[in-house]
């Protein structure tokens, strides 16, 4: 069994490796950018929907705190980027993104008490978004929150834009379980195998 620092894929498919191996090529491009900056850098991983190749897409630089990854909606819940922010012909399957803030260069009132870890929000939206999300921290160690598989309701409703009666469709997912426990805490959450700075 592959150990933590050993580099070895902890995925046990051919296509969990491949993306694996995907998104870690990409946070170590990513992550001495952000250590640089102090910005969050991104993007989503998506699958062709005929051929099956994986792909990537990534977004502009965030802020320090957050960066905008094409989950963004707009007041009636479509995406604000098609497909977001994926090419046509795809379907999104996980997110990455960058933690690299050194909190060294914060004033100390500002400072985390040790590496940001993967967030409540990060959980959240990836469970939300249906979509594994991995998070690369500013020590150069990344992890995989993987949600809870949920069945989402989807449909159309009414709703008036700009004075005329337009039919959007909706998708909505169920928040809590029979327990009244949020799904978004039930993911798993974990420490992948090697340092992205090294």
């Known amino acids: 069994m592959a150990g933590q620092g050993t580099g070895q894929s902890k995925a046990t ?5 491949a993306i694996e191996r995907l998104v870690e090529g990409r946070l ?24 099956g190749k994986l792909g990537y897409v990534e977004f502009e630089p965030g802020t320090h705190e957050k960066i905008d990854m094409g989950f963004n909606k707009d007041k009636l819940g479509r995406y604000l980027k098609p497909n977001r ?22 004033p100390p009132g500002a400072r985390r008490a040790g590496p940001a870890d993967i967030s409540d929000e990060d959980m959240r939206v990836a469970t939300e978004e249906q ?24 449909g159309t409703i009414d709703r008036e834009i700009d004075g005329q009666t337009v039919s959007v469709p909706y998708r909505a997912l169920p928040a809590f379980n029979e327990q ?11 420490f992948m195998n090697g340092n992205l700075l090294r």
């Open 13 to 17: 498919t051919q296509d969990g490796v």
């Open 28 to 51: 170590k491009v990513l992550l001495p950018q952000s250590k640089g900056d102090q910005r969050e850098r991104g993007g989503t991983v998506h699958r062709h929907n005929q051929s």
């Open 85 to 106: 922010g994926c090419p046509a012909n795809t379907t999104p399957i996980a997110f990455y993104h960058t933690h690299g803030r050194d909190d060294s260069k914060l």
């Open 131 to 154: 979509l594994v999300a991995y998070v690369a921290l500013d020590d150069g160690r990344w992890k995989r929150f993987t949600p809870v598989v949920l069945q989402a309701l989807t």
């Open 180 to 190: 009244g426990q949020e799904y978004w805490r039930l993911g798993k959450n974990e």
